[in-house]
Nanobody, 122 residues
Framework: QLVESGGGSVQAGGSLRLSCGAS????????VGWFRQAPGKEREGVAA????????SITDSVKGRFTISEDNAKNTVYLQMDSLKAGDTAIYYC??????????????????WGRGTQVTVS
């Protein structure tokens, strides 16, 4: 139901914008999060937003470089990633769930997941 797009390969210092759309599903007041998983590492929460509320959360390692935002009309959540580093290389997933579903950066706080999009920074 969730579809990520916008991944790709970029040089260090470059930018990418990821999009998370929902097919047959409306985010309404969901919490929508971005997670990433690098090879050999656990999946980690990157950022989250309360859809239609605008409240955001972001992990320390990407503060000042990544921005999460929403477009209500398009039912889409974006992750703008600037000043990318090699350490940002991972598969990026979007997820959606109840705004009351626990910690924003925990997997089990979300019900719906996309299949992920690869981001490679060299």
């Amino acid at each position: 139901q969730l579809v990520e797009s916008g991944g790709g390969s970029v040089q260090a210092g470059g930018s990418l914008r990821l999009s998370c759309g929902a097919s047959g599903y409306t985010f309404s007041s969901d919490r929508v999060g971005w997670f990433r998983q690098a090879p050999g590492k656990e999946r980690e929460g990157v950022a989250a937003i309360l859809f239609n509320g605008g409240i955001t959360s972001i992990t320390d390692s990407v503060k000042g470089r990544f921005t999460i935002s929403e477009d209500n009309a398009k039912n889409t959540v974006y992750l703008q990633m600037d000043s990318l580093k090699a350490g940002d290389t991972a598969i990026y997933y979007c997820a959606a769930g109840s705004p009351y579903g626990g910690d924003w950066n925990k997997d089990d706080s979300y019900t719906y997941w996309g299949r992920g999009t690869q981001v490679t920074v060299s």
